[in-house]
């Protein structure tokens, strides 16, 4: 079946840096594009950015300049690097294949506060 693992979350400080990783199976990796998502309490899940099999990127406003995702299709994992982190980016991180059907995972909860 098809399972996406997200990995990498913790409690770091303003300013600080993660990197979030999220091995898929059960799906020809290298094939789809594939997204990081966040959802805060209270709020709608919010896709971030993208990455195509090839490597073409795109992200949203609210983190262009400070993350980059990346992908390593041999590992069937995307990761995000995240940097200069904001109280305001503290939520559940998620990755899925943008329009997906499958079942999203448990996501990895990233806390920003000092």
């Known amino acids: 079946q098809v399972q996406f693992v997200e990995s990498g979350g913790g409690l770091v400080q303003p300013v600080g840096s993660l990197r979030l990783s999220c091995a898929a199976s059960?799906?020809?990796?290298?094939?789809?594009?594939m997204a990081w998502y966040r959802q805060a309490p209270g709020k709608q899940r919010e896709l971030l950015a993208s990455?195509?099999?090839?490597?073409?990127?795109n992200y949203a406003d609210s983190v262009k300049g400070r993350f980059t995702i990346s992908r390593d299709n041999a590992k069937r994992t995307v990761y995000l690097q995240m940097n200069s982190l904001k109280p305001a980016d503290t939520a559940v991180y998620y990755c899925h294949v943008p329009g997906g059907s499958w079942p999203w995972g448990q996501g990895t909860q990233v806390t920003v506060s000092s």
């Open positions: 059960g799906i020809i990796f290298s094939i789809y594009n």
């Open positions: 990455i195509t099999p090839g490597g073409t990127t």
